[in-house]
């Protein structure tokens, strides 16, 4: 979940409304987001991915979600949409699995600076130095 997104959370739990009208706004936010998101705002478009993918207000849909993570991220590379879409390929969530296509996206949002991203990265080049170490251990050992 990308600053935004908690945000929004935040201002809902912080506003003090009760369960009917939190639900009326709810819906009328989803109206809201999706009118932005399909007028190409790519942070309207990653947030209604989040929503996709986690069944926030609309149903469940993994392929949807997918699809809103990757119109952010072509849409002015927004990177937490990019980071989100590394999280789909790697976990195969609404496309098939694949760990190079993963790994371009994360790295797409690392190179956008956003942290988790290049932590993974961080953590995925570390791995890798000791899957080498490893081989190298055992080839020469």
């Known amino acids: 979940m990308c600053k935004d997104e908690i945000n929004v959370i935040e201002e809902y739990f912080d506003s003090g409304l009760d369960e ?7 819906k009328k936010e989803l109206v809201d987001l999706n009118n932005l998101a399909e007028g190409g705002n790519n942070g309207a478009q990653n947030n ?3 929503y996709y993918k986690n069944g ?4 469940k ?7 809103w993570y990757l ?3 072509n849409n002015r590379g927004d990177t937490c949409a990019q980071y989100n879409l590394g999280i789909c390929y790697q976990d195969g ?21 956003f942290s988790v991203a290049q932590n993974i990265l961080d953590n995925i080049s570390m791995m890798q130095k000791c899957q080498l170490i490893f081989l190298l251990f055992h080839a020469y050992g």
């Open 20 to 26: 009917n009208q939190l639900n009326f706004d709810k």
């Open 48 to 50: 209604l991915g989040y």
């Open 56 to 59: 926030i207000g609309v149903t």
């Open 61 to 67: 849909d993994d392929k949807k979600a997918f699809e």
């Open 71 to 73: 119109k952010a991220a």
């Open 93 to 113: 969530t609404g496309i098939n699995k694949n760990d190079e296509k993963a790994f371009t996206w994360y790295y797409e949002s690392a190179k956008g600076e």
